[in-house]
């Protein structure tokens, strides 16, 4: 009875040991490869993927290396430097923890796929981008026309129909740091946008994303926002509909002595230091306007 259970055993490892060899060693990564970046475009529609290398990381992991996602009509490019997929030892899989590079930053969370009743959901739990640099995201600097900079952070939730991108509901927390970009007309003299800090809580459904409890600060001035951006399939085309408050800081009336009088006849007016402003138009070209601020225009722009 011993030697027959020690047969068993040996057996068993042997086939334990050829099925790794086969699966670490022997990995087909080249049909693996095509294979995926098949599956990933019948799961996306309308985007074409490449994927460059993958391998098999113990115990049930995948890497994935260059991933590329483009959508042509939407002028969508995802690259992705790499992708780590990790299963769960059941069937059918119903639930992938991913973790990756891109855009110079990193991005985790939890896939969960539901089909029942024909649900074909995705939602991603527990997912969390970090320090993505804005720089690096071609179809949002593109999108805009003009260069942005800055680390984008966020945390939250979202889930969607594959395929489907009007289908996508996010929510959660964004924050961006040292956020910089260029204006194309002056606003308080200055020529560019630099904050240190961007906050606030967004979520997105219908088409809309929603802004609430925003928060900026930075050097020359301090302030708060809410409000939506409308989505469409060009980045240049979306609509912003926001309102805040800028508050100058004592480092911003340094820079620009000539707005110290006539702010000083604001805050005496108002008895505030805050500037209500609404900013509308759309991303490639949004319009800024301060409400009651008329003794500030001649400095407010060119």
């Given at each position: 009875?011993?030697?027959?259970?020690?047969?068993?055993?040996?057996?068993?490892?042997?086939?334990?040991?050829?099925?790794?060899?086969f699966?670490?060693?022997?990995?087909?990564?080249?049909?693996?490869?095509?294979?995926?970046?098949?599956?990933?475009?019948?799961?996306?529609?309308?985007?074409?993927?490449?994927?460059?290398?993958?391998?098999?990381?113990?115990?049930?992991?995948?890497?994935?290396?260059?991933?590329?996602?483009?959508?042509?009509?939407?002028?969508?490019?995802?690259?992705?430097?790499?992708?780590?997929?990790?299963?769960?030892?059941?069937?059918?899989?119903?639930?992938?923890?991913?973790?990756?590079?891109?855009?110079?930053?990193?991005?985790?969370?939890?896939?969960?796929?539901?089909?029942?009743g024909?649900?074909?959901?995705?939602?991603?739990?527990?997912?969390?981008?970090?320090?993505?640099?804005?720089?690096?995201?071609?179809?949002?600097?593109?999108?805009?026309?003009?260069?942005?900079?800055?680390?984008?952070?966020?945390?939250?939730?979202?889930?969607?129909k594959?395929?489907?991108?009007?289908?996508?509901?996010?929510?959660?927390?964004?924050?961006?740091?040292?956020?910089?970009?260029?204006?194309?007309?002056?606003?308080?003299?200055?020529?560019?946008?630099?904050?240190?800090?961007?906050?606030?809580?967004?979520s997105?459904?219908?088409?809309?994303?929603?802004?609430?409890?925003?928060?900026?600060?930075?050097?020359?001035?301090?302030?708060?926002?809410?409000?939506?951006?409308?989505?469409?399939?060009?980045w240049?085309?979306?609509?912003?509909?926001?309102t805040?408050?800028?508050?100058?800081?004592?480092?911003?009336?340094?820079?620009?002595?000539?707005?110290?009088?006539?702010?000083?006849?604001?805050?005496?007016?108002?008895?505030?230091?805050?500037?209500?402003?609404t900013?509308?138009?759309?991303?490639?070209?949004?319009?800024?306007?301060?409400?009651?601020?008329?003794?500030l225009?001649?400095?407010?722009?060119?």
């Amino acid at each position: 009875m011993i030697r027959k259970l020690f047969l068993f055993v040996l057996y068993a490892l042997f086939a334990l040991s050829v099925t790794a060899l086969f699966i670490v060693v022997l990995f087909p990564r080249e049909r693996i490869s095509d294979w995926a970046a098949a599956a990933i475009e019948s799961r996306l529609t309308g985007f074409d993927c490449s994927v460059g290398d993958i391998r098999y990381v113990h115990p049930l992991k995948i890497r994935l290396y260059t991933i590329s996602l483009v959508n042509d009509f939407q002028k969508i490019d995802i690259p992705i430097d790499t992708l780590l997929l990790s299963f769960q030892p059941t069937w059918p899989v119903e639930q992938v923890a991913v973790s990756g590079v891109a855009f110079g930053g990193s991005f985790e969370g939890d896939v969960q796929l539901d089909d029942a009743g024909g649900r074909n959901m995705v939602a991603i739990e527990n997912l969390k981008v970090s320090r993505v640099r804005l720089g690096e995201i071609a179809m949002i600097t593109e999108g805009v026309g003009r260069p942005l900079d800055g680390m984008l952070s966020f945390s939250g939730r979202a889930s969607l129909k594959p395929g489907r991108l009007d289908t996508l509901r996010l929510a959660g927390d964004l924050r961006v740091r040292n956020f910089t970009a260029p204006l194309r007309r002056p606003v308080f003299a200055q020529t560019r946008i630099e904050l240190d800090d961007i906050t606030a809580r967004v979520s997105l459904s219908s088409s809309i994303l929603q802004l609430t409890e925003g928060r900026a600060s930075g050097r020359l001035v301090h302030g708060d926002f809410a409000g939506t951006v409308r989505t469409a399939a060009l980045w240049r085309n979306r609509e912003l509909d926001i309102t805040g408050n800028a508050v100058v800081q004592p480092a911003l009336l340094e820079a620009v002595p000539e707005l110290a009088e006539p702010f000083e006849i604001y805050v005496r007016r108002f008895n505030t230091r805050a500037i209500p402003y609404t900013l509308s138009g759309t991303l490639s070209d949004p319009q800024i306007d301060f409400a009651d601020a008329a003794g500030l225009e001649s400095v407010r722009t060119d």
